[in-house]
């Protein structure tokens, strides 16, 4: 007596025709699992990569330049023939822009997160939020050249005297450069916090702004740190905006006025 096909159960079909849906679901998953661990092991991988290369050119460096010189030497000139290759020029250079661009992000950066949270209308912060966010997309080099062609000359009225090449210009402009980050990120955690914890405030008589700054931005203080650290992360890494306005001389001063 023949089978008729047509008559046996799906699962006996797809084992005629080579593999069940249960067996070819599971090779699916089997195989998405594998994909997602393969990228997640890439990404160590590369981690691991740069951090090994690291180590191996800096074991090669400090068997030739001693580390004690390196640290304290007040002279970078790697090209010279009296070569040397300190350290402290660039790191002061590093740490007075990144002051001053924390001078100007971080209290501009949380004004503007406070007004979007607390005071702006929706329209308002669906227009403002997205156009801030866009200043992130500018390339750096072009707020070198707005350092260098408009904001140093600005400041030049100030100062008559003041240098071409100034770790202020270009300080205020990646202080300008992280304001979205800043802002973006701290509008975010506050307004994460729960509505009842305002309601509550203004039950009990406090002002718009004394709810935003005594609950509100409290409240919100973990996301806003990490806002903090994010602006400061990226002000510490900018080099295009640092080396267009401020100079390629490594000069050991702490006064942002000189190069």
Known sequence: MGVNVADMPVEKKDALSGVSPRLRFRLKERAIESLLQ???????????????????????????????????????????????????????????TTIVALLVAIPMGSLIAIYLSEYASRSVREFVKPALELLSAVPTVVYGYFALLFVTPALQQLWPGLPGFNMLSAGLVIGMMIVPYVSSVSEDAMRAVPTHLREGAFALGATRMQTALRVVFPSALSGITAAYVRGVSRAIGETMVVTIAAGMQPTLTLNPLEP
């Open 38 to 96: 393969l990228a997640a092991l890439t990404s160590v991988a590369i981690t691991l990569g740069i951090v090994g290369i690291l180590s191996y050119e800096s074991f090669q460096f400090f068997s030739q330049i001693s580390i004690i010189d390196f640290l304290t030497d007040r002279q970078w000139t790697p090209l010279f023939a009296d070569a040397h290759y300190g350290i402290l020029p660039l790191v002061t250079g590093t740490l007075v």
